[in-house]
T-cell receptor, first 111, second 114 residues
Framework: DAKTTQPNSMESNEEEPVHLPCNHS???????IHWYRQLPSQGPEYVIH???SNVNNRMASLAIAEDRKSSTLILHRATLRDAAVYYC????????????FGGGTRLMVKP | NAGVMQNPRHLVRRRGQEARLRCSPM?????VYWYRQLPEEGLKFMVY????????ESGMPKERFSAEFPKEGPSILRIQQVVRGDSAAYFC????????????FGDGTRLSIL
């Protein structure tokens, strides 16, 4: 899997939007962009994924740059429960392969 | 619809003993992945199995570690002759097929070696 770069940590205030960036300048045409998060003492949890178009689901939105070299995970209203480590991962379609976790971004949410 | 179930949640072993970690995938999932998270480190892939077959074991240590996913029953990660450095959280994930579908994770087994 191609490499991704994320800030080590970010802070947000409760009930404000959060934009978590991810750079993946070496992404290939068949790589999907996946986001997972890991809450303290829990296993990773799938958040969202996309290929080229922006994606929305009940948890978050994913904005993908036109050149696909970067993406942004958007939490529309952060809650204390969103405090977690967020991982941006590239995954080749239909490879059935493992997820390669980097260091992720530790999101802290202040009340 | 039960999620991925791992047991035990916590396991304590003395050096030299064996550790057996179990993972029951989500209903309908036939692909299982094991990951290890050492203290203060990120998750690292260990092994990928499909029913009765090991597909990719490139992340498994060459000695003492083995994994299986029998036709019936849970997937088992087995560590023989444990050492202090095996202390970690071991996570199992499952997916429906080889496509781009998400992997669903269990809450892990925390292994402590005395």
């Amino acid at each position: 899997d191609a490499k991704t770069t994320q800030p080590n940590s970010m802070e947000s205030n409760e009930e404000e939007p959060v934009h978590l960036p991810c750079n993946h300048s070496t992404i290939s045409g068949t790589d999907y962009i996946h986001w997972y998060r890991q809450l303290p003492s829990q296993g990773p949890e799938y958040v969202i994924h996309g290929l080229t178009s922006n994606v929305n689901n009940r948890m978050a939105s994913l904005a993908i740059a036109e050149d696909r070299k970067s993406s942004t995970l958007i939490l529309h209203r952060a809650t204390l429960r969103d405090a977690a480590v967020y991982y941006c991962i590239l995954r080749e379609y239909n490879a059935g392969n493992m997820l390669t976790f980097g260091g992720g971004t530790r999101l802290m949410v202040k009340p | 619809n039960a999620g991925v179930m791992q047991n035990p949640r916590h396991l304590v072993r003395r050096r030299g003993q064996e550790a057996r970690l179990r993972c029951s995938p989500m209903k309908g999932h036939s692909h299982v992945y094991w990951y290890r998270q050492l203290p203060e480190e990120g998750l690292k892939f260990m092994v990928y199995l499909q029913k009765e077959n090991i597909i990719d074991e490139s992340g498994m240590p060459k000695e003492r570690f083995s994994a299986e996913f029998p036709k019936e029953g849970p997937s088992i990660l087995r560590i023989q002759q444990v050492v202090r450095g095996d202390s970690a959280a071991y996570f199992c994930a499952s997916s429906h097929d080889r496509s781009n579908q998400p992997q669903h994770f269990g809450d892990g087994t925390r292994l402590s070696i005395l």
